[in-house]
């Protein structure tokens, strides 16, 4: 299973950035997926995540900002971002998971650092 993010980079606050997450090696299509980000010396957080179902779920912190997409038939996830602030800098995580006869299947990508500055 490969999880290979893309996008990242640096922009000026306010600027825009998309981050895409291309996978292989799992049916795309049945797993959640998410974007998590961590920080210089903070936990890793859940930024937002999409369902199978194509249901949606965001951090407050990025609600109105931040939009997360899924086009299944390419395998790939997108996290939109918007207004960017200083405060979204981080190393951003792509993830993919599901839950399956009582088992875990969860996936990580090696992330892509997410730098805004002036």
């Known amino acids: 299973v490969q999880l290979v993010e893309s996008g990242g980079g640096l922009v000026q606050p306010g600027g825009s950035l998309r981050l895409s997450c291309a996978a292989s090696?799992?049916?795309?299509?049945?797993?959640?997926m998410g974007w998590y980000r961590q920080a210089p010396g903070k936990q890793r957080e859940l930024v937002a995540n999409?369902?199978?179902?194509?249901?949606?779920n965001y951090a407050d912190s990025v609600k109105g900002r931040f939009t997360i997409s899924r086009d299944n038939a390419k395998n790939t996830v997108y996290l939109q971002m918007d207004s960017l602030r200083s405060e979204d800098t981080a190393v951003y995580y792509c993830?993919?998971?599901?839950?399956?006869?009582?088992?875990?299947?969860?996936?990580w990508g090696q992330g892509t650092q997410v730098t805004v500055s002036s």
């Open positions: 090696g799992i049916i795309f299509s049945i797993y959640d």
């Open positions: 999409t369902t199978s179902g194509g249901s949606t």
């Open positions: 993830n993919a998971v599901r839950m399956f006869m009582l088992k875990k299947y969860d996936y």
